[in-house]
């Protein structure tokens, strides 16, 4: 059973380009959680997301992010026109109930925008 | 805005000792608190939960919560240098995502 599979693991763009990261959840979970992290930084939720539904982007900044989770395929987070500081380390986690139980975290994608 | 607040560290402790890390959260609703353990340029991994207030052990790990002091820490026993990493102190209140602290960087000295 594999783990949360996320990719890219390191995404290069540069300024104004779109970045998109893939987060393919384990086998049966049906929730999913995106969060970033920047440099020196903890860990900040974005979005929440089930099966064809945002249920909380309470974290997600109001412009250029964009989150989804169709229901064939990975859950993608979506960043327009990117800028500098949205080169950070971003995790997906997922679990098969709602509720945070302590999920697991996938490998992350690096986005680095030059 | 629910906060959680961490010693940045780094704390350093000699191998074989105990280390101890410390977190306070600000939401007193919080039903659930985890610690995560984060290699450099690694994903956070999860160690150890608890959900009521007292002692829970696992291996060399223990958490420690206090809910009237809204207070969360983690004893590692016996400590290695395979422990040297970040930890995450991270809080819940239900359906909604973690609020992580900024991580208490812990150096053991060989």
């Known amino acids: 059973n594999a783990g949360v599979m996320q990719n890219p693991r390191h995404l290069v763009r540069r300024r104004g380009q779109e970045a998109r990261l893939r987060c393919s959840p384990m086998k049966g979970h049906s929730h999913v959680y995106w969060y970033r992290q920047l440099p020196e930084e903890g860990l900040k939720f974005m979005v929440y997301l089930q099966k064809e539904n945002i249920i909380d982007e309470s974290g997600m900044p109001k412009e250029r992010f964009s989150a989804e989770f169709p229901k064939e395929g990975p859950s993608i987070l979506r960043i327009q026109q990117v800028v500098r500081g949205d080169s950070a380390a971003y995790f997906c986690?997922?679990?098969?109930?709602?509720?945070?139980?302590?999920?697991?975290f996938g490998s992350g994608t690096r986005l680095t925008v030059v | 805005q629910k906060e959680v607040e961490q010693n940045s560290g780094p704390l350093s402790v000699p191998e074989g000792a105990i280390a101890s890390l410390n977190c306070t959260y600000s939401d007193r609703g919080s039903q659930s608190f985890f610690w995560y353990r984060q290699y450099s340029g690694k994903s956070p991994e999860l160690i150890m939960s608890?959900?009521?207030?007292g002692d829970k052990e696992d291996g060399r790990f223990t958490a420690q919560l206090n809910k009237a002091s809204q207070y969360v820490s983690l004893l590692i026993r016996d400590s290695q240098p395979s422990d040297s990493a970040t930890y995450l102190c991270a809080v819940s209140g239900g359906a909604d995502g973690l609020t992580f602290g900024k991580g208490t960087h812990l150096i053991i000295q060989p």
């Open positions: 608890i959900y009521s207030n």
């Open positions: 986690a997922s679990s098969p109930w709602e509720g945070s139980y302590g999920y697991t």
